[in-house]
């Protein structure tokens, strides 16, 4: 099922699934019961775009610690929880927006119920996180090993359980540290299920291999019109990984918005210190919130093409560079000087 067809997950706080657009999440790494380090957490992440973040619930404090963050800040939250469903009926006491906890995993049926009923009530979305790494064992011996079967097989289960007290306000992951693998989960959990889908690659790493491992998994399903929320995991600060996520969305051209960068890799007729020189524009231009194109390009055989396509663009010589704005050529300038000069233009524009 492609994205827009999913149920929709519609509370006064959270959109997922069907018409809403695809969302970055990410998880603070905080102790939740530590409020003021937690809100200053979430804060950044929310400076950097996040639109959802997500809290691990592991203890009564972390759930009582709810209420009053949620006093502070101004994104969804989404309590982590594992095993006790009765830190999921605190937190949905507490205001909490969507819960993220494996019914099959919290004890009899009752206590399955209370957690439904609660969510219910209060119009807290569940969702179903399956882990390649925490498959049941059932499950493992009679497929042998994770496979995209065992895991849709395993979201079943816990459906099933939700869908037995009427709640079927359900979003699910299927998450695996293989690309191969998470990405053939995803595909037959579209096929199988009407939920919206979270994605992400899990235990990817640190920032660089992370954020490739994660670009080609969730890219590749975004791409085929699959997935409704991301969360880009790195062992890094998280709020890179809200940037990560973004990027995502752009290069998948499913987020509009914000400065697109241009330039070329170099090559031998390269004559400026372009690398320096894009890095540093690239740095310089990264936070405005303006919806344009910056091309740095090496040279003048292929590069006033991009930079003459850009708003602003810059095309090196020997020691010196074109400046360029919406096509218009506007001087030779000495290489320190293309930088200050293109942001100058950036700034002027803005203020005609
Ligand atoms: S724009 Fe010019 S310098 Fe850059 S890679 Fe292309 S040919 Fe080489």
């Known amino acids: 099922m492609k994205r827009e067809n999913t149920r929709e997950l519609q509370t006064p706080s959270l959109h997922i699934g069907g018409s809403a657009p695809v969302t970055v999440q990410t998880m603070c790494n905080t102790k939740t019961w530590d409020v003021e380090a937690t809100v200053r957490q979430i804060r950044a992440m929310r400076a950097a775009g996040a639109d959802i973040v997500r809290l691990a619930v592991p203890d009564t404090r972390s759930a009582m610690a709810i209420e009053q963050i949620k006093s502070e800040v101004d994104v969804p939250l989404v309590a982590d929880i594992h095993f006790d469903y009765r830190l999921a009926l605190l937190c949905a006491e507490r205001g909490i927006d969507k819960i993220r906890i494996n019914p099959g995993n919290i004890g009899d049926a009752e206590n399955v119920r209370k957690v439904a009923l609660a969510c219910r009530e209060r119009q807290i979305p ?30 079943q289960g816990h459906i099933d359980l939700l869908l037995a007290n009427g709640f079927e306000d359900i979003c699910l992951s299927m998450k695996s540290s293989s690309v191969p693998l998470t990405v053939a989960a995803y595909r037959l959990a579209s096929e199988c299920f009407p939920y919206p889908l979270h994605l992400g690659i899990t235990e990817t790493g640190t920032e660089w291999n992370g954020t490739i491992q994660s670009a080609v998994g969730i890219g590749t ?4 019109g699959i997935g409704n929320t991301i969360r880009v995991s790195l062992t890094a600060d998280p709020v890179r990984e809200v940037s990560a996520g973004i990027a995502i969305l752009k290069a998948a051209g499913l987020r ?27 740095a310089a231009v990264r936070d405005l919130d303006r919806e344009i194109t910056v091309a740095v390009m090496g040279c003048v055989v292929n590069g ?4 003459r396509e850009a708003d602003f663009g810059i095309a090196g010589g020997k020691d010196r560079g074109l400046l360029f704005r919406k096509g218009e050529v506007l001087g030779t300038y000495p290489y320190e000087e293309l930088l200050p000069r ?11």
């Open 126 to 155: 569940i969702r179903i996180g399956v882990n390649a790494g925490s498959l049941e064992r059932r499950l493992l011996e009679k497929y042998g090993h994770p496979t995209p079967e065992a895991l849709v097989e395993s979201a």
């Open 221 to 224: 399903l975004l791409m085929e």
């Open 256 to 282: 509009k918005g914000g400065v697109r960068f241009v330039s070329c890799p170099t090559c031998g007729r390269t004559e400026i210190d372009l690398i320096s020189l894009a890095e540093k524009t690239e």
């Open 304 to 307: 006033p093409g991009e930079a």
């Open 342 to 352: 293109l942001l100058d233009l950036i700034r002027e524009s803005s203020e005609s």
